[in-house]
């Protein structure tokens, strides 16, 4: 995502992690702070289009920086910033990886998981998840699970996106149990079930404004009071992401939480973002990313990546650790 502002933009990144494990019932918590040293950000971000079709990330846009440096578009912008942008004209179908090509770190992660010949699985239909996913080089297969996330309700923001992550991951594997034993007994219709050396992958955001959890909007004035309040006072997101291993059932998961200021929104922006619909399918109807919203930005504590809904951080560390756990556990070959 590519951020304006006619000021430099010091970022300072600061994400707070709770870091569980299925084999233990104990969870930690750590703090770990980033900063990037102060970069001016264009006042004006790159238009761009999306071409071929439209329910698929265009995969030619990954050199895409490349054009845009010319431009003189991205040449200030830090590489932790170049995420993932939107179209001009936005929709759900139209999302572009923007950053090209992966930064070391996500690099590393998807040649681990290609040396392993391990299958990534996503367990969600976030367009901006699997956008960020591409971004990173993790080639990755979607499945989503039907599941009543307003069934589960916790007082604390971190335990309740925990609480839905695990209760996805746990819907999903219970769907592929049932698979299992349906092609145990030679059924022809369970050959689509995930096969073994996979990685699942889910993941739930809420959105905290005023001390208070956003989830989806549920109606249009709900939708335009979300998003007219973040001209008023910051909004936090606050993540988590599970990585459950479909050979051995084992977890690995982390939490994360950034935050967001805005300048005023203007209401005709607002009006904008409520006839394309797209802010209905996101916590508190917040859509950093959207080319709209993000010249707005004055402030950003914590990632892009994390506000978008998929930390990159955290994600590569997870399918790290997983990778790990498999080499201890006697799964998969050691480095």
């Known amino acids: 995502v590519l951020l304006a502002s006619r000021a430099p933009?010091?970022?300072?990144?600061?994400?707070t992690f709770a870091s569980t494990s299925a084999s233990s019932?104990?969870?930690s918590l750590r703090r770990t702070t980033f900063s990037s040293p102060s970069r001016s950000i264009p006042n004006k971000p790159p238009e761009v289009s999306p071409r071929g079709?439209?329910?698929?990330?265009?995969r030619r846009f990954r050199k895409m920086p490349s054009r845009l440096a010319?431009?003189?578009?991205?040449?200030?912008?830090?590489?932790t910033m170049q995420t993932t942008t939107q179209a001009q004209s936005y929709s759900v179908d139209a999302v572009l990886a923007a950053a090209g090509s992966a930064t070391?770190?996500?690099a590393a992660v998807a040649a681990a998981l290609s040396q392993h010949n391990l299958k990534v699985l996503l367990g969600s239909k976030s367009s901006t998840r699997q956008a960020i996913l591409t971004e990173m080089g993790v080639v990755f297969d979607v499945v989503t699970a039907d599941i009543n996330e307003k069934a589960i309700r916790r007082d604390d923001p971190a335990d309740l996106v925990m609480a839905i992550a695990l209760a996805k991951a746990d819907a999903l594997v219970m769907r592929f149990e049932k698979e299992r034993a349906r092609s145990a007994r030679g059924d022809a219709d369970a050959a689509a079930m995930p096969q073994k050396r996979t990685l699942l992958v889910t993941a739930d955001q809420v959105v905290v404004h005023q001390g208070v959890v956003r989830e989806k909007p549920e109606s249009e004035a709900e939708?335009?009071?979300?998003i007219a309040s973040y001209g008023e006072s910051p909004a936090r997101t606050v993540g988590a992401i599970v990585v459950t291993d479909l050979d051995t059932?084992?977890?690995?998961?982390?939490?994360?939480?950034?935050?967001?200021?805005?300048?005023?929104i203007p209401p005709e922006v607002v009006d904008f973002l409520i006839s394309e619909g797209e802010c209905f399918h996101c916590a508190g109807g917040l859509m950093v990313e959207h080319p709209k919203i993000y010249p707005l930005v004055t402030k950003l504590d914590g990632s892009l990546d994390s506000i978008m809904g998929l930390s990159k951080q955290v994600m590569g560390r997870l399918l790290l650790e997983a990778i790990v756990n498999r080499q201890k556990e006697g799964t998969g070959p050691h480095i």
């Open 249 to 264: 059932g084992r977890r690995v998961a982390s939490g994360d939480s950034s935050e967001v200021h805005f300048s005023p």
């Open 104 to 106: 070391p770190a996500d």
């Open 70 to 79: 010319k431009e003189g578009a991205t040449k200030h912008i830090p590489t």
């Open 9 to 15: 933009l010091r970022l300072a990144f600061t994400s």
């Open 53 to 58: 079709n439209p329910k698929r990330v265009d």
């Open 25 to 27: 019932s104990s969870s």
């Open 223 to 226: 939708a335009r009071a979300f």
